[in-house]
């Protein structure tokens, strides 16, 4: 499986935006980026997935380098319930689409400072 | 959508005991995933299921660990004897085919004293 790389944490403040880095320089062409969250006692929580293109939703947006061995998560505004483990992962990809398994890292610790 | 509801959501133990964790996916999901987190290894996949059938349990730690999909709305990781070292949060999760997004549940914290 193709790993990814990732500060193991960052701080921000509140309302401002923030930019969270990650590495995977031996991603395949078929491998989707995925992005989770996971709060302080809690389960993980989706909050973006993308291929090639950028994507946004109502949570965040996720730029992807051209040459996709890079990606930025991006939270506009973060609030203090944005700090949470944030995990980048790829998952291979198939012509299906299918759901398959999420291997995790250790993630990035987001602390937002008030 | 009630969302993946696991249970129990805490159970403590003896080392020896019988431990049964359930979940129940979110509705017309048809993966199933089980992982286990703790603080020295973090978040792992033990086994998921497609259609209710096992499709890779490599992540199963040991033959003291076993689990199930009956039906569709149902599944059960048991361990058998229950060890100190078992102690972790226990998530299960749901997936639909063709989405790249698992639901999460709210985990089972295990301890075996």
């Known amino acids: 499986d193709a790993k990814t790389t990732q500060p193991n944490s960052m701080e921000s403040n509140e309302e401002e935006p923030v930019h969270l880095p990650c590495n995977h320089s031996t991603i395949s062409g078929t491998d989707y980026i995925h992005w989770y969250r996971q709060l302080p006692s809690q389960g993980p929580e989706y909050v973006i997935h993308g291929l090639t293109s950028n994507v946004n939703n109502r949570m965040a947006s996720l730029a992807i380098a051209e040459d996709r061995k890079s990606s930025t998560l991006i939270l506009h505004r973060a609030t203090l319930r944005d700090a949470a483990v944030y995990y980048c992962?790829?998952?291979?990809?198939?012509?299906?689409?299918?759901?398959?398994?999420?291997?995790f890292g250790s993630g990035t610790q987001l602390t937002v400072l008030p | 959508d009630a969302g993946v509801i696991q249970s129990p959501r805490h159970e403590v133990t003896e080392m020896g005991q019988e431990v049964t964790l359930r979940c129940k996916p979110i509705?017309?999901?048809?993966?199933l995933f089980w992982y286990r987190q703790t603080m020295m290894r973090g978040l792992e996949l033990l086994i998921y299921f497609n259609n209710n059938v096992p499709i890779d349990d490599s992540g199963m730690p040991e033959d003291r660990f076993s689990a199930k999909m009956p039906n569709a709305s149902f599944s059960t990781l048991k361990i058998q004897p229950s060890e100190p070292r078992d102690s972790a949060v226990y998530f299960c999760?749901?997936?639909?085919?063709?989405?790249?997004?698992?639901?999460f549940g709210e985990g089972s914290r295990l301890t075996v004293l």
């Open positions: 509705s017309g999901h048809d993966y």
């Open positions: 999760a749901s997936s639909r085919q063709g989405t790249g997004e698992l639901f």
């Open positions: 992962i790829l998952r291979v990809g198939i012509s299906s689409g299918s759901a398959r398994q999420l291997t």
